[in-house]
């Protein structure tokens, strides 16, 4: 949920597990999701576009004096492709040949590099601006890689230079897909000669496939990737409406059908107005297989999955030749170095983790606990005891907790009296989104569809209009009078609760008593102010606390406690407390000798404490939420309200078995809508990809 004061233009996401985090991070999900907001972006204005031109050698590196392709990519400061065209001169400015951009502002030019001469392309860009772009130096011997398509077949062709050093004599050519091996094979070459390798791709699984070429000593000399596209990859559902209504309010319904060859599908269903922008330039094919396994930002990716001709395959290939990518430092593998594992396998679930700081390894047996006091939203209160590691770490993988925990802690041992225990310690820092912030600002996600783009704004404005309006209008002068409650018996109403609440005793209220703030703790500042009770601290150890002859029990938010554990919660974190004189009728067994409760704040009681770390606030999950979906069929006071919802039905967890392979699922229309935009996207249980929209007219 979006907060109502949010002012960004849009949210960012990124989801990984922590084993991820061993290795390349580049390969972790990310996506920002724009949001519309009230008011335009401040930086959405007039820019000047600043363009690039980057030159790729195929393979790697230039060889000089034989044939090499440079692919290359023309793009903007946010990574959006240009066009461009131009020539590419040498060093005593003879042109050499002519180059333009044929897709997405990439293309490719073949010439022979000369050694000891250098290269440079000039250009002018969309807007006629001239530019001066110098490309990459050849190596003066080597060998070259070029990679052609041919059907269901990937020819390899190496081509030696006049001169080259023994290691380079004999190759070994290494295929992997998926990162697995996919095939090896060895060759010979003599210095000025060509070979050449023929590799079957009808069988591999469809995704990139690396092809790297190394010297006799195993170090890579030549590298290229290449996409095989067989098509096994995808399944098509079948969609059958059941029940029209485009009218105002009318029922909706359909039924999704899966081939009755699968075992099991997880969909994913949404229902939007036609009429709105919208983006579908990534879809859950071109992730998978493409961009989840390239660096850099591909544009639109799923395009490329859109036809199966030549057309679109070279295109692709373009893509091949420009994105850069390596997974594999294959200096490392050939060494036998592997990574540095500094995350351990993920548990299934998030748990409630965290290290001790302020100790050393000898200060801890691994036989201490520490103790946990937990007060979670909208529930009631737990203890717990979490062992500690050697290492100080420590982590109960059985505990699941939503939104935000408040978590008092104590630590049991003259060793620890300056420790401090920070939890969650393992997660990832915020997403620094300064890098894409005027990308996003500058850029439409839905590319030029600006009368969908328009409808959609228009429809959340007036949404919005109609929230403010939902709020309440300003009513007539009316004249109340009651007589107001103190700030201690508002307090005792807000977090009294059952036989907590009234009652006879003694009622303190913390928040507005400026001379809390002063006392070293709870039971410091009660001493002399109730009658009879008394309280004795001497040394470090417990309190001691008698009334009338023995022990008065302590709660804590309700909840019973030990006295110690009160000596570590700071007096700016207590509300209120109440002294009950005995006997306490709430108390489970020591109410003989009244009760003292203590609640902590809470809500808008909160106060911030600048310069000191939180380390008793802990974000879990958040709650699952499920999408709102009217029904108009039943009576509902929300259904009185003017409906100008743009989505009209989403649910991401819809599941079909082998012995039920179809899914039912309807929605009612808004008041504004005449056609439906469905989109399916999902995966089987063999494996297969389904992307699939239909309109609804």
């Known amino acids: ?151 269901n077949k990937r020819i390899v062709s190496l081509q030696a230079s006049n001169h080259i050093s023994p290691e380079l004599g004999q190759l070994h050519i290494i295929g992997t897909s998926g990162q697995a091996l996919a095939f090896k094979t060895s060759a010979s070459i003599a210095a000025g000669n060509t070979i050449r390798r023929i590799i079957p791709t009808e069988n591999l699984p469809s995704g990139i496939l690396t092809i790297t070429v190394f010297e006799n000593k195993w170090n890579a000399i030549a590298e290229r990737i290449t996409f095989i596209d067989n098509g096994e990859y995808h399944f098509k559902p079948a969609m059958e409406v059941q029940r029209w209504g485009l009218n105002k309010r009318a029922k909706n319904e359909i039924q999704i059908s899966i081939p009755d060859s699968l075992q099991g599908s997880n969909l994913s269903i949404s229902v939007t107005d036609a009429g709105i922008d919208k983006d579908t330039s990534n879809t859950i094919i071109s992730h998978l297989l493409l961009t989840s396994d390239i660096k850099g930002y591909v544009h639109n990716p799923a395009y490329y999955f859109s036809s199966s001709n030549h057309l679109v395959s070279q295109q692709l290939d373009l893509v091949m030749l420009t994105n850069g990518w390596r997974r594999f430092k294959w200096e490392d593998v050939v060494k036998g170095k592997l990574p540095a594992i500094t995350y351990p396998k993920d548990s299934m679930y998030l748990s409630l983790s965290g290290k001790l700081y302020g100790v050393t390894r000898a200060q801890l047996s691994g036989t201490e606990s520490l103790f946990l006091f937990i007060k979670q939203k909208d529930s009631g209160t737990q203890s717990l005891f979490i062992p500690i590691e050697k290492d100080g770490s420590f982590n109960d993988p059985n505990y699941i907790f939503f939104d935000t925990l408040r978590v008092y802690y104590q630590l049991k041992s003259k060793f620890f009296s300056n420790a401090e225990a920070r939890f969650m310690t393992d997660r990832l820092p915020a997403f620094n989104y300064k890098a894409v912030q005027k990308q996003l600002l500058n850029t439409n996600p839905f590319g030029g569809d600006t009368s969908g783009n328009y409808r959609h704004k228009l429809l959340a404005a007036e949404a919005l209009k109609l929230q403010n309006a939902q709020r309440g209008k300003l009513m007539e002068t009316v004249t109340v009078t009651a007589k107001k409650k103190s700030p201690v018996e508002e307090l005792d109403e807000k977090y009294a609760k059952g036989l907590f609440s009234g009652g006879d005793g003694y009622q303190f209220d913390l928040i507005n008593d400026p001379a809390a703030i002063g006392r070293l703790n709870i039971f410091n500042y009660l001493q002399g102010r109730v009658a009879g009770l008394q309280i004795s601290s001497a040394g470090t150890g417990s309190p001691t606390l008698t009334w009338r002859g023995g022990a008065p029990q302590i709660y804590l938010d309700e909840m019973p406690v030990d006295a110690d554990l009160l000596n570590n919660i700071p007096m700016s974190d207590i509300a209120f407390v109440k002294v009950f004189r005995p006997p306490f009728l709430g108390s489970g067994g020591n109410g003989a000798n009244g009760a003292i409760a203590i609640y902590t704040r809470r809500g808008d009681d909160l106060k911030s404490r600048p310069g000191q770390l939180s380390t008793n606030s802990v974000m879990a999950y958040t709650p699952i939420r499920e999408f709102y979906s009217p029904n108009y069929s039943t009576f509902d006071k929300r259904n009185e309200q003017k409906d100008v919802r743009t989505t009209l039905y989403w649910n991401p967890l819809l599941t079909t078995t082998s012995g039920n392979n179809t899914i039912k699922l309807n929605w009612y229309n808004n008041d504004v809508t005449k056609a439906f935009r469905v989109v399916i996207e999902g995966l089987s249980k063999e494996g297969f990809l389904t992307h699939y929209e239909e309109i609804m007219e």
């Open 1 to 151: 949920e979006i907060p109502e004061n949010y002012e960004g233009n849009f949210i960012h996401i990124k989801a990984y597990t922590k084993w991820m985090l061993n290795f390349d991070t580049s390969f972790l999900f990310n996506k920002p999701v724009r949001v519309i907001g009230k008011k335009t972006p401040a930086g959405a204005g007039k820019v000047t576009i600043q363009s690039t031109l980057h030159f790729f050698p195929e393979g790697g590196d230039a060889i000089s004096g034989i044939p090499n392709k440079f692919a290359f990519k023309a793009t903007d400061q946010w990574g959006n492709p240009v066009n461009a065209k131009g020539i590419i001169q040498d060093d005593k400015g003879k042109t050499i040949d002519s180059f333009k951009t044929v897709h997405n502002g990439m293309g490719s030019v073949l010439f022979v590099p000369q050694q000891g001469i250098t290269y440079t392309a000039k250009w002018r860009d969309d807007k006629g601006t001239q530019h001066t772009t110098s490309l990459p130096a050849a190596r003066p011997e080597g060998v070259s890689m070029q990679v052609t398509m041919d059907g």
